[in-house]
């Protein structure tokens, strides 16, 4: 995988053609979701369905969205895929304590991300990233907060979105990945919903379409200037040690430093 990846496109695991889709669509990876995106009466199909597109390995990434920790499905889905060669990352949903996290772990090697998607899971937020070391990444799933919440406006969810940021980075975990933009055809509002995030501290976003990746893409790449201005800092960082100003004006302390250098690396995926 990437180091930075910026673009996760989730996929129902019972529709197989569009899986194959999914995997040519230039996303950085692709998830397959058992979960919310499948019928229970299609549950089985989509775990087979999976598991056989998974006995060997991808030309991408793939993770897989298995079915919530505490439900019905779960041992099955990860009795399945937890040994394929052609899974690279299990999503877990619905994750309120770190127990959850803990309790998959010890059955499967495979890297795990939480989803948190409830109000006891962003007041556990830390807990849960801190679990495991086979846990790689926390994020939102925010149609479910949304619900448990009784959020109305997109405004609602600003400190959960902070929260989840500042408890990933706190437990050494990279930056989240925002939640899914579920209007497919509104664009503009996907890339403000994107600059938004950016501005908060996300990194990347799920998609559920292909036309969303080069949307989520853009809105997340340094822009000509940041790179400008990174480049710029480094410069002066490898001639003058310790604090310095910069002839604009700008302030060049370590911190600043280490953020100029991961403009530049994310620079890089151009």
Known sequence: MTPFPLTWLYVPGDRP?????????????VVIDLEDAVDPDRKEYARAATAERLSEPQPVPVHVRVNA?????????????????????LR???VASPRQ??????????????LLE???????????????????????????LRADLGVRADAGLDWPRSRVIVAARAAGLPPPPQSVHPDIRDLDAL??????????????????????LPVIERAYLPTAAEIEQAETVVKAAATT???????DGRF????????????????RRR
Do not use: M, N
């Open 17 to 29: 053609h569009v899986v194959a889709k999914a995997l040519a669509a230039g996303a950085d990876v």
């Open 69 to 89: 920790p505490d439900g019905p499905w779960a041992a099955a889905d990860l009795a399945a895929l937890a040994t394929l060669p052609g899974v690279s990352g």
């Open 101 to 114: 996290v803990r309790e998959v772990a010890v059955s499967t090697p495979l890297p795990l991300y939480a």
């Open 241 to 247: 040690e310790g604090a310095q100003a910069l002839p």
């Open 191 to 212: 890339a403000a919903s994107c600059a938004r995030g950016r501005a908060l501290g996300f990194l990347g976003r799920a998609a559920i379409h292909p036309r969303q």
């Open 252 to 267: 060049v302390d370590a911190a600043v430093v280490a953020a100029a250098r991961r403009t530049l690396a994310l620079a």
């Open 92 to 94: 877990l949903p619905k």
């Open 118 to 144: 409830s109000a006891l899971a962003i007041e556990h937020a830390y807990a849960i990233a801190g679990a495991h070391p086979s846990l790689r990444g926390i994020s939102l799933g925010e149609a479910d």
